[in-house]
């Protein structure tokens, strides 16, 4: 008999209602997946890579606050580290053995910062995420920044994107930045994997994230991937499925990791 897909809501350290989904897995791994701004777990192309994932390992994925059926404003990836941080401890108290967080683009800077401030997690991957905040060098990071800092912006995400962005915009101070934190993470294991072709953030910013890391680390840049879940197809999502399997097996003596160029 097949396991039934479940939803929840949970409810962050800072009070935000959070839209869950649960897809039931064996009970030795769970892949909790953080999506990248503007999307949903309802969005189709991220529902997908969900699937995928729930091949290898039980999944759940929600909404950050702002996004779909979550409460809350979109901070940017700043309080969203509450948002992940939840759904880690509900794929715990659900029985869950190991837990892996696997964000996408915003979702993985959130993903660096929840592991490195909140932990808890045994392995970490941050798919097409930033290296630093404020990065304006493409078309596409101009066009975000213009969505989050501008009150005609937030409205247009609002009604067009369905993402409901704080009025402050980017939060301040600054949270603590993405490559930063990856130095924070150790000795969990982190994989880096980023595109040549990625029209937000150029492979500059996967290679600091890595920079930024201490060991265990591993860096995939491949060649011809672009952005998000949006270029993650099911190859990538095997992929890195197989990776967190094998990074949250406890082993005699772990080896560095080393850069992959695939």
């Known amino acids: 008999m097949k396991a039934v897909v479940t939803t929840a809501t949970l409810v962050?350290?800072?009070?935000v209602p959070i839209d869950a989904v649960h897809l039931p897995g064996p009970?030795?791994?769970?892949?909790?997946?953080?999506h990248g701004f503007t999307q949903s777990w309802q969005t189709p192309m991220v529902w997908e890579v969900a699937r995928r994932f729930n091949l290898k390992a039980g999944v759940v994925t929600f909404d950050f606050r702002g996004h779909g059926r979550s409460g809350g404003l979109s901070t940017l990836g700043d309080k969203e580290v509450y948002d992940l941080d939840v759904a880690v401890g509900y794929a715990r108290?659900?029985?869950?053995?190991?837990?892996?967080?696997?964000?996408?683009?915003?979702?993985?800077?959130?993903?660096?910062?929840?592991?490195a401030l909140?932990?808890?997690v045994d392995a970490v991957v941050s798919?097409?995420?930033?290296g630093r905040w404020f990065y304006r060098g493409t078309g596409p990071m101009r066009r975000v920044h213009f969505v989050a800092e501008k009150r005609l912006g937030r409205m247009f995400a609002r009604q067009f994107l369905h993402t409901r962005i704080a009025p402050h915009g980017w939060p301040v101070p600054d949270p603590l930045p993405p490559?930063?934190?990856?130095?924070?993470?150790?000795?969990?294991?982190?994989?880096v994997v980023h595109g040549d072709k990625d029209l937000y953030f150029p492979p500059e910013?996967?290679?600091?994230?890595?920079?930024?890391?201490?060991?265990?680390?591993e860096l995939w840049l491949i060649p011809g991937f672009g952005h998000a879940e949006r270029a993650?197809?099911?190859?990538?999502?095997d992929r890195i499925a197989a990776w967190v399997a094998e990074a949250v097996t406890p082993k005699d003596c772990d080896a560095p990791g080393q850069p992959v160029t695939s």
Do not use: N, W
């Not at 990856?182 to 994989?191: F, H, V």
């Not at 910013?205 to 680390?217: F, L, M, N, T």
């Open 12 to 15: 962050t350290e800072d009070g």
């Open 27 to 34: 009970r030795d791994l769970a892949i909790v997946m953080a």
């Open 93 to 115: 108290e659900i029985g869950y053995q190991r837990v892996a967080t696997v964000g996408f683009s915003m979702g993985a800077s959130v993903a660096l910062r929840q592991a």
């Open 118 to 120: 909140l932990g808890g």
């Open 127 to 130: 798919v097409s995420g930033p």
């Open 179 to 191: 490559a930063e934190a990856a130095g924070r993470i150790s000795p969990t294991p982190l994989l």
């Open 205 to 217: 910013h996967g290679r600091q994230i890595y920079a930024g890391a201490r060991q265990p680390k």
């Open 232 to 237: 993650t197809d099911d190859q990538l999502a």
